[in-house]
């Protein structure tokens, strides 16, 4: 599994645009994002940050985020969603969220509830 974080910018004047679309995703987005082999994709704001994590479960992502990019209703999305996000500076390019690189992962365990390994 892959773990996958990034973040872009909301201006606030897009903020309850931008939340009303996401409380009511449509299902041929949800679709596209399954058939891709993502589990678990979250996005969380702070202020004018979006933040995105998700899972990838399958064996080619390259190969499944180019055909969930080919799909036309996640291309009729992505052109509502574009324009009430703001790309971060430094974004490399051929990304619209800048992905974040993890730093520390822990899925649990039996460790001492004090503290103690």
């Known amino acids: 599994m892959k773990r996958?974080?990034?973040?872009?910018?909301?201006?606030?004047?897009n903020r309850?645009?931008?939340?009303?679309?996401?409380a009511a995703v449509w299902?041929?987005?949800l679709a596209a994002i399954e058939?891709?082999?993502?589990?678990?994709?979250?996005?969380?704001?702070h202020g004018d940050l979006l933040f995105s994590y998700?899972?990838?479960v399958g064996d080619d992502y390259e190969g499944d985020m180019a055909r969930m990019a080919?799909?036309?209703?996640?291309?009729e999305w992505w052109a509502v969603q574009e324009p009430l996000q703001r790309q971060l500076p430094g974004t490399p390019d051929g990304e619209w969220w800048m992905p974040i690189d993890e730093v520390f992962h822990h899925d649990g365990g039996s460790a001492d509830p004090a503290g103690r390994p």
């Open 35 to 45: 058939a891709a082999g993502i589990r678990n994709y979250s996005i969380f704001r």
């Open 4 to 13: 996958v974080a990034s973040v872009i910018g909301l201006p606030p004047e």
């Open 27 to 29: 299902p041929g987005v």
């Open 54 to 56: 998700f899972e990838y």
């Open 70 to 75: 080919e799909d036309p209703t996640t291309r």
């Open 16 to 22: 309850e645009e931008y939340e009303r679309y996401h």
